[in-house]
């Protein structure tokens, strides 16, 4: 059991060196060529994306005409503001 856990580190670690190998390659040649990532077509992988919108049709426009499919979730601004004023959101629907 020891020695199958010692050689997955080896190999772990090999992997990791390979890996730098090639990265620092792939780098020289991005400088070799002026390469930049958007010349790639994608974006770093480190970067977080926001959250997607909604696929749910929407269900209410609001008053400067914005959309709210009324699901799951913090409810925007307008809505907010016309449920504090007492009214109803059944005049706001599509």
Do not use: C, H
């Amino acid at each position: 059991m020891a020695q199958a856990q010692k050689l997955m580190a080896e190999a772990e670690q090999a992997r990791k060196d390979e890996l730098s190998a090639v990265i620092a390659d792939i780098k020289a040649k991005m400088k070799q060529f002026g390469i930049t990532t958007a010349d790639l077509g994608s974006t770093s992988v480190s970067k977080k994306t926001g959250k997607s919108k909604s696929a749910a049709p929407a269900k209410y426009k609001g008053p400067n005409g914005e959309l709210w499919a009324g699901g799951p979730g913090r409810k925007p601004e307008w809505v907010r503001a016309v449920l504090a004023s007492g009214k109803s959101l059944d005049s706001y629907l599509i």
